[in-house]
C-alpha cells in the first residue's frame, strides 16, 4: 500500500504524461483499525459454499491470527504469528501454497489488550466461564490466544468434499477425531458476541496447534493444565462477502443456531455465551 | 492517509532523528473497498443506545451516501452527496455541525452499478416488490438512491430523548408524522440482506430529502410516480463499534426482529424481504 500510494504521488508531478498517470485509489475505499476481518458468513458456509474464497495471501495481508477452513472444506485452518497451518483429516499438519483459497475465515493483526497468567481448567466449558471473567467487554469481539500445556485435548477435522456439498451440519458426521494427552501448544480462539447472529460462531470457538507444528485441528474438548491467555478486542468487524452465484443464493432463515452449535461446538449451548 | 503515509517515507531518510521519526500507522490497519460502513448495530440502538458516536466529519470520511440518526436521537439523518440534513421532529430540515455525533448510521460512497429509468409504485411494499426484481445479488447489501415524483409521501421523526432513555420501541410512539403530496425529492436508502440478523434492518429502509431540501424524514409510506433508481451493491460490511459501558452492556438476546419492524416499518413484514 505504502509504494502504490507513493507511485501514485510520483505519478502526479506536472511532467507525467495523462496516459502515464497512475489512477487514484478508488473513493470507495476506507481504512479501518483493530479489525476481525472475515471472509464469508458462517451461515453460507454452514449451508454449503465450501468453494473458493480469497487467497492466502489475501489473508494474511489483513491478519496474522486466527482460523478458517479450506477450498473444498479440506481441514481446519489455523493463521499463528502470520503463518497458515492446515489440520487435514489425514492427520497431517501442512503450511498451504499462499495461492490455496478460504471459502470461510476470520484474522485479525494480533496486538495484545491484555493477560491471564496461570490459567487452569477441567473442561472447555469451565474454561469459557473462565475467560468469561476475564475479559473487559461483552459486547466486542476478541482474538484469544492461549499458550500452554494440556492434560488432554480432543481435536477434530474434516475431509475435503466433493459434489453435490452437504451442509456442514451433515458433513460433521464424518470428521475425524483425535484424542493427545500432555501436549504443549496453542489456542487460537475467537470470542464473538450473541449480536453476530449466523455471521459467525457465537461464543467462543478454538482451533489448537502443537508446539511442534505436528498437531492440531478444531477443539472439542479439552483440559488445561497450565498457561497464559493474551486476548484482543477488536473495534471492529469487517465482512467480505463472496463474488459468487452460491453465495448469492444461499437462504439465510434455513441455518439456525442449533445447527452452528452442533457443527462448532458437539457440547450444550450455555445459556448466555458470556 | 497519503500524507501520513508521506509523511513516513520522508521521515525514515538516514538523516531523521530517531525522536522526529513519524510513527508508522498500526499495523492493525486494513483497507477495505466498496463498503457499506456502518457504526454501532441496530440492536443496541434499539436498546436504548442514543447517544454519542462519531462525529459527522468521520461519517464523511467513510462515505457520502446513507441514513442514521443523532445524538439523543435527535431526527433522522439523510446522508446525500456528502452533505448531512437533519430531519427534527419539529419538521425543520438542518445541516448540523460536523462535530455532532451519531449514535447509529450506515453510509457508503455511493459508486452507482446500475440503474432502472422510469419506476412507478402505488405503495412503497409495491416499490420494494419492483426493486427485488432489477437488483442483481440476493445477498449483498445495497445503498439504494430513488430520485423522483411523489404523489404521496408519510415521513416521520422523533424528538431529542431525555433519560432515563426507553427502548426505541417506545419512542417511535412518539413519532410526528407528516403527509405530503406531489413533491419532487429523493428517496435514500439501504436493502440489507436476511443475514444481516440485528446488526441492521433487514430488507428496505427509506429516508426521504425534498429537492428543496425544506422536507425530510424516515419514510412510513409512499405512492412513486415516477422515478429513477440508482443501485450501488456493498462488497463489505464494515461494522463500528462503540467504545461506551452502553454499547457493552446491551443484550443482543433482548431485541427481536417484531420490535424492529415495529420501530421501522410498522407495516406488515414481507415473509420474504427479497
Not at 477450498?71 to 499463528?80: A, C, F, S
Not at 475467560?131 to 467487554?137: G, V
Not at 459434489?163 to 458426521?173: A, I, R, S, T
Request: glycine share 8%.
Amino acid at each position: 500500500m505504502t509504494l502504490s500510494l507513493l507511485s501514485l504521488v510520483c505519478g502526479c508531478g506536472p511532467t507525467a504524461p495523462e496516459a502515464h498517470r497512475v489512477a487514484a485509489p478508488p473513493r470507495t475505499t476506507v481504512t479501518v483499525d483493530d479489525a476481525l476481518v472475515q471472509f464469508s458468513l458462517l451461515a453460507s458456509l454452514a449451508a454449503g459454499d465450501y468453494l473458493d474464497g480469497p487467497r492466502l495471501s489475501e489473508l494474511l495481508a489483513v491478519g496474522d491470527f486466527g482460523i478458517g477452513t479450506f477450498h473444498r472444506l479440506d481441514g481446519e485452518m489455523i493463521v499463528l504469528d502470520g503463518h497458515v497451518y492446515q489440520a487435514s483429516a489425514d492427520g497431517v499438519i501442512r503450511q498451504p501454497s499462499l495461492d490455496v483459497t478460504a471459502p470461510f475465515a476470520a484474522v485479525t493483526f494480533f496486538d495484545e489488550d491484555g493477560r491471564v497468567e496461570n490459567l487452569a481448567a477441567h473442561s472447555l466449558d469451565l474454561l469459557d466461564a473462565r475467560i468469561n471473567q476475564s475479559l473487559p467487554h461483552r459486547n466486542l469481539p476478541y482474538a484469544l490466544r492461549i499458550d500452554g500445556e494440556f492434560s488432554e485435548l480432543t481435536l477434530r477435522s474434516v475431509p475435503a468434499q466433493n459434489p453435490p456439498y452437504e451442509p456442514l451440519v451433515d458433513v460433521v458426521k464424518q470428521q475425524v477425531t483425535w484424542e493427545h494427552h500432555n501436549l504443549r501448544g496453542t489456542l487460537v480462539g475467537l470470542h464473538c458476541p450473541g449480536w453476530i447472529g449466523n455471521l459467525n460462531v457465537t461464543g467462543y470457538h478454538w482451533h489448537f496447534l502443537s508446539e511442534d507444528r505436528q498437531i492440531g485441528g478444531h477443539v472439542l474438548a479439552c483440559q488445561l493444565k497450565q498457561g497464559t491467555l493474551r486476548y484482543d478486542a477488536c473495534r471492529s468487524l469487517v465482512v467480505r462477502l463472496p463474488e459468487s452465484d452460491v453465495f448469492d443464493r444461499f437462504d439465510a432463515q434455513s441455518i439456525d443456531q442449533q445447527d452452528i452449535d452442533a457443527i462448532e461446538r458437539q457440547r450444550e449451548r450455555p445459556s448466555d455465551s458470556r
